[in-house]
T-cell receptor, first 117, second 113 residues
Framework: EADIYQTPRYLVIGTGKKITLECSQT?????MYWYQQDPGMELHLIHY???????EKGDLSSESTVSRIRTEHFPLTLESARPSHTSQYLC????????????????FGPGTRLTVT | GENVEQHPSTLSVQEGDSAVIKCTYS??????FPWYKQELGKRPQLIID?????GEKKDQRIAVTLNKTAKHFSLHITETQPEDSAVYFC????????????FGIGTKLQVIP
């Protein structure tokens, strides 16, 4: 079944550690996104990608980095985790073009809840 | 860039009453307006969307209206039920592959049984 997957779902890690949050989609989508969201609060776009080897910074400044080496894979890395990075991270994907007559909606992954102690 | 304002930020209604959430956008070239529902602890999911060539769209108890001249769009939920309790996000974007979706800040809807 086509879907978007994130691992781990929950992560508790100490300050200073390097972490990578994984995101994979089997939707065949070119566009992928990372959002940071505190529970029930606003969605903050931190990174997005239009396709392989394309990455852009989002509206909210983030110390994380992303890569897009394969269409289906869009991992997010924090080189040195800090307590201020504690949040939920949502990955999403979508079609590129609105006017193909096919659904354009963003499909969200289940999220990774990160706690940095 | 696009700016989407959403209000109210919180909304409480009695079960069976209607709920209305309003959004305004700034970019007159925006032509796609989705609404997402996020239940507690779950991922956001699309519930309805509207394109700029349409003024209203309905799906059972949910409807969305769009006023392009005034640059605002609204979500209407009739006969609310406890399972409608969630955070609702509006969004806007232009057509064209290299355009981003801009989300509103979200509205926390509580339906009181």
């Amino acid at each position: 079944e086509a879907d978007i997957y994130q691992t781990p779902r929950y992560l508790v890690i100490g300050t200073g550690k390097k972490i990578t949050l994984e995101c994979s989609q089997t939707m065949g989508h070119d566009k992928m996104y990372w959002y940071q969201q505190d529970p029930g609060m606003e969605l903050h776009l931190i990174h997005y990608s239009y396709g392989v080897n394309s990455t852009e910074k989002g509206d909210l400044s983030s110390e994380s980095t992303v890569s897009r080496i394969r269409t289906e894979h869009f991992p997010l890395t924090l080189e040195s985790a800090r307590p201020s990075h504690t949040s939920q991270y949502l990955c999403a994907s979508s079609e590129m073009f609105l006017d193909r007559g096919i659904p354009y909606e963003q499909y969200f992954g289940p999220g990774t809840r990160l706690t940095v102690t | 860039g696009e700016n989407v304002e959403q209000h109210p930020s919180t909304l409480s209604v009695q079960e069976g009453d209607s709920a209305v959430i309003k959004c305004t956008y700034s970019d007159s070239a925006s032509n796609y307006f989705p609404w997402y529902k996020q239940e507690l602890g779950k991922r956001p999911q699309l519930i309805i969307d509207i394109r700029s060539n349409v003024g209203e769209k309905k799906d059972q108890r949910i409807a969305v209206t769009l006023n392009k001249t005034a640059k605002h769009f609204s979500l209407h939920i009739t006969e609310t039920q406890p399972e409608d309790s969630a955070v609702y996000f509006c969004a806007a974007r232009r057509s064209g592959g290299y355009q981003k979706v801009t989300f509103g800040i979200g509205t926390k809807l509580q339906v009181i049984p």
